[in-house]
Structure formats: structure tokens, C-alpha cells
């Protein structure tokens, strides 16, 4: 049987969502809670919407677990507080329930939004969110911000804003990159897509900041895109301004059909 878990993790300490030996991941974290609680004879084994990198924080993560072999399977309410009893303060469990049939976390979804938040104020951000915003000491125009995102937009090989893995595409649809300015000062990043590659949209940020600081025109963010590899004037933007708010899923219907459809892999943009 098959459970989600809606996740909530401030990433300040853990060194990513995905289990390293020796180091505390957000993987290893909930696996050995869930094991935990429940007495499993072997560790549980979570797959989640988005691995998010070492620093990175989420408000809307979700992972499913598969219990398969239990004589009764467990009760939500129950297993949702003693999980909260077992799990450390900087990740929560929001909810967990019983998946719909054909649910993938990862497969089945059909976008994930961010938020990347910066201060640009000489001050710096406020010290209580200082973990989550990022202070950058160049006051940047957002209008040239929007204007680079544009550029952006859409189907594309985004080989120049991903680390490569063997075997990985790097084609994604950008369904948003949209920068505003708060009225606390703060400039916060909206960064919907499909899927993310790694480090892709701290690399997106790191070309719009660029031209946002004047050091770039706005159509330079096309040249990146076209050169289809790593430029060294594109800066990886620092993790902590990153948050994963939300991953969206289409009706339960059809979760299976969408999870089959993301599993074919994209070389090419298509016409």
C-alpha cells in the first residue's frame, strides 16, 4: 500500500534532501522516524516530488512511502502524531494519507513552484529571516529582472543552468520566472516548471540577479540559454533564499497517465 506525506523542512542543516552517508539528510531523517514508529523490519523508503540541495528549504514537499507486508496497515491520525513525537523540529510531517491509485510523488506531478527571496537593502534582511533570504549588496533593478526572464520562458534545453548527470535530460518547460518586489524591500522570485535539473534554478536566479545588477543586458540571458553549457559569469545563487512551495498534482484520475507521460525522456525541445 502506498502513502503520501506532505513535508515541511527548514534545510539550514541538513545537507539535502537525498540520504549521503555520514550526513544528515531530510531522507535519512524521515526513513528512520517512519521505521521508527512503525517497527518495520526494513528501513522505509521515501521518493519525494524534488530532491532540494544541501541549504535548501521546502513549505510543500511530498514523498511516498510504499508499505507493503504489514498485517495492518496503520492508522493516519496516529501515525501523523507519532511522528511528530519522533521527528526533530526542523521537519515536520504535514499530513500523511493513503495515495491515490497510480500516484507517484515524483512522476505523477505536474509542476513545482518556488520561491527564491532576496534583500538588497544596505541594511540587510530582518535577522528572524535571515535564513531565509538571501542580502546582496548591489541594489538591483527588477524591472531588467522580469524583462531577462522573459527570455526564459518556456520548452528549452537548459543545459547552462544544470550540473549534468550521465543519463539525465536537461529539457524542461519554464512555466515561471517572476520576480516582484515586496513592499518590505524583499524581492521574492516566483520559479514554476515541470521539473528542475540540479541547481537549475538557483543558476536561473543567478542570471536574472546578473542583469538585475546592471552588469548584463536582459537579452543576455538568451546567449546563456543558447550556449547550452556552463558560462563562468553565471553564479549559483547561495541555497538558503531557496524554498520549494508547492508541487501540484492533476486529478486522481489521471495521476497514472501523467506519471507515464513524465517518464519518457526529452532530448530536444519540441517543436
Avoid: N
Wanted: proline content about 6%.
Amino acid at each position: 500500500m502506498r502513502w503520501r506525506l506532505d513535508v515541511s523542512y527548514d534545510g539550514g542543516d541538513f545537507r539535502g534532501w537525498a540520504t549521503q552517508p555520514g550526513l544528515r539528510t531530510v531522507q535519512e531523517t524521515l526513513e528512520e522516524a517512519l521505521t521508527t514508529v512503525l517497527r518495520l523490519p526494513e528501513t522505509a523508503r521515501l521518493t519525494c516530488a524534488g530532491r532540494t540541495d544541501a541549504g535548501v528549504h521546502a513549505r510543500g514537499q511530498v514523498a511516498h512511502v510504499d508499505l507493503d507486508g504489514l498485517e495492518v496497515q496503520p492508522d493516519p491520525e496516529k501515525l501523523l502524531r507519532r511522528l511528530g513525537r519522533r521527528l526533530p523540529a526542523d521537519v515536520r510531517v504535514r499530513a500523511v494519507r493513503p495515495a491515490a491509485p497510480g500516484f507517484d510523488a515524483r512522476f505523477s506531478a505536474l509542476r513545482r513552484r518556488y520561491v527564491y527571496r532576496i534583500c538588497d537593502d544596505t541594511v540587510g534582511p530582518d535577522p528572524l529571516a535571515r535564513g531565509h533570504v538571501v542580502h546582496y549588496r548591489h541594489r538591483l533593478d527588477v524591472d531588467a529582472m522580469v524583462a531577462a526572464s522573459a527570455h526564459l520562458l518556456g520548452e528549452h534545453d537548459f543545459a547552462s543552468f544544470c550540473r549534468r548527470r550521465e543519463g539525465a535530460t536537461t529539457v524542461r518547460t519554464l512555466l515561471r520566472l517572476d520576480p516582484v518586489r515586496r513592499p518590505d524591500g524583499t524581492i521574492e522570485a516566483t520559479v514554476a516548471a515541470d521539473a528542475f535539473c540540479h541547481s537549475m534554478v538557483r543558476s536561473l536566479m543567478g542570471v536574472v540577479v546578473a542583469v538585475g545588477e546592471g552588469r548584463f543586458a536582459p537579452s543576455w540571458a538568451t546567449e546563456v540559454l543558447d550556449a547550452r553549457a556552463r558560462l563562468s559569469q553565471v553564479t549559483v545563487m547561495p541555497a538558503h533564499g531557496l524554498t520549494l512551495e508547492e508541487v501540484v498534482y492533476p486529478s486522481d484520475d489521471e495521476l497514472a497517465s501523467r506519471a507515464h507521460q513524465t517518464r519518457r525522456r526529452r532530448d530536444e525541445p519540441q517543436d
